[in-house]
C-alpha cells in the first residue's frame, strides 16, 4: 500500500523548518514558522512568512551555532546551517507558489542550485554569473592567505562546509519531493551522511596537494606565521577546473603583493 503523502508541500516544509529550529532550540522563529502554518491552515495566508525575511533582526540574521546558546554540537555547525539555508530557501520559494508540488529537479530548478541564501530572493538561472556561488561553479573552500608571501592555510571546518555544500541541497530538494524533510533534519542533526567520510578525505589530500596548511586557529590568521606579516585576508579556492586534481584562488579574492616563491 502506498504511503500517504502529506498534505502539501509548503505546510511539510514548515513543519520541518519548525522541527529544525525547535531541535537547536531556536525558539523564537520556532514560534514564528508555528504561526506561519497555522496561517496558511486557517486562510492559506503566506504573508506572515514572507515578512520574516529582510532587514536587520530577520529570518536571514540567524546563525546555528553554540556560541549562540543553540543545542547544536560544534562540529555539527556547518550541517545545521547547510540544511536550515536551503530549507529556510525552499520555504520563502514555496511561500510564493503554496499550491505547486514540485519534484526534486524542478526544485533545483525553480529554487536554484546556488548560494542558498541568493537562492530565496533570485531563484533559478535569474542569478548572474558574478553572483554564483558553491553551485554555479564548484564548492569554494574558504580560509586565509598573506598577500605578502602567499602562505595560506584552512581548516577542517572549512572543509566540513564544502562537504555540507555538496551534499545537501540534492538531499533537500529530493525530501522535499518526497515529503520527508522531517527526517532528514534529525539525520543531518544526528551525524554525517554515509558519502561524508570519502569525500573528506579527498578534500583533504587536495588540499595537501595545494600546499596550503590545515590549521584550526581561532579567529584571524594575523600575523602571517610564515612571514610576520599583518596583511593577510579571507581567501577562497575552488577546484581546478581542468584536472579537478588540486584547489585553485577563485576569481573573488584580493590579488596578492608578490607570488609565492
Known amino acids: 500500500m502506498p504511503r500517504k503523502m502529506a498534505a502539501n508541500?509548503?505546510?511539510?516544509?514548515?513543519?520541518?523548518?519548525?522541527?529544525?529550529?525547535?531541535?537547536?532550540?531556536e525558539s523564537h522563529w520556532a514560534k514564528w514558522i508555528e504561526t506561519d502554518i497555522s496561517q496558511w491552515r486557517a486562510s492559506r495566508d503566506t504573508s506572515h512568512?514572507?515578512?520574516?525575511?529582510?532587514?536587520?533582526?530577520?529570518?536571514?540574521d540567524v546563525w546555528i551555532c553554540a556560541a549562540n546558546s543553540h543545542k547544536v554540537d560544534p562540529a555539527r555547525e556547518p550541517w545545521a546551517n547547510t540544511l536550515f539555508n536551503w530549507l529556510k530557501s525552499i520555504c520563502h520559494y514555496m511561500a510564493q507558489?503554496?499550491?505547486?508540488?514540485?519534484?526534486?529537479?524542478?526544485?533545483?530548478?525553480?529554487?536554484g542550485f546556488y548560494d542558498a541564501p541568493l537562492a530565496a530572493f533570485?531563484?533559478?538561472?535569474?542569478?548572474?554569473?558574478?553572483?554564483?556561488?558553491?553551485?554555479?561553479?564548484?564548492?569554494?573552500?574558504?580560509?586565509?592567505?598573506?598577500?605578502?608571501?602567499?602562505?595560506?592555510?584552512?581548516?577542517?571546518?572549512?572543509?566540513?562546509?564544502?562537504?555540507a555544500d555538496t551534499l545537501i541541497p540534492s538531499?533537500?530538494?529530493?525530501?522535499?519531493?518526497?515529503?520527508?524533510?522531517?527526517?532528514?533534519?534529525?539525520?543531518v542533526l544526528a551525524a554525517e551522511p554515509s558519502e561524508a567520510p570519502k569525500l573528506r578525505e579527498q578534500l583533504t589530500t587536495l588540499i595537501r596537494s595545494s600546499d596550503s596548511d590545515?590549521?584550526?586557529?581561532?579567529?584571524?590568521?594575523?600575523?602571517?606565521?610564515?612571514?610576520?606579516?599583518?596583511?593577510?585576508?579571507?581567501?577562497?579556492?575552488?577546484?581546478?577546473?581542468?584536472?579537478?586534481?588540486?584547489?585553485?584562488?577563485?576569481?573573488?579574492?584580493?590579488?596578492?603583493?608578490?607570488?609565492r616563491a
Open 9 to 25: 508541500q509548503y505546510e511539510h516544509c514548515l513543519t520541518a523548518m519548525a522541527h529544525l529550529l525547535r531541535s537547536v532550540g
Open 49 to 60: 512568512h514572507l515578512s520574516a525575511y529582510g532587514g536587520m533582526g530577520s529570518f536571514n
Open 97 to 111: 507558489h503554496p499550491s505547486s508540488s514540485l519534484s526534486a529537479s524542478q526544485l533545483s530548478e525553480s529554487v
Open 122 to 163: 533570485v531563484g533559478g538561472d535569474q542569478a548572474a554569473n558574478d553572483m554564483r556561488g558553491f553551485f554555479g561553479t564548484d564548492p569554494k573552500l574558504q580560509g586565509w592567505r598573506c598577500l605578502q608571501c602567499g602562505h595560506s592555510e584552512t581548516s577542517t571546518r572549512s572543509i566540513e562546509g564544502v562537504i
Open 171 to 187: 538531499a533537500v530538494f529530493r525530501a522535499c519531493e518526497n515529503r520527508t524533510v522531517v527526517e532528514l533534519v534529525d539525520e
Open 214 to 259: 590545515l590549521n584550526d586557529r581561532d579567529g584571524w590568521m594575523r600575523p602571517c606565521p610564515s612571514c610576520g606579516s599583518d596583511d593577510t585576508a579571507v581567501y577562497r579556492w575552488i577546484l581546478d577546473p581542468e584536472s579537478q586534481a588540486s584547489f585553485v584562488p577563485s576569481d573573488d579574492n584580493l590579488p596578492l603583493k608578490q607570488k
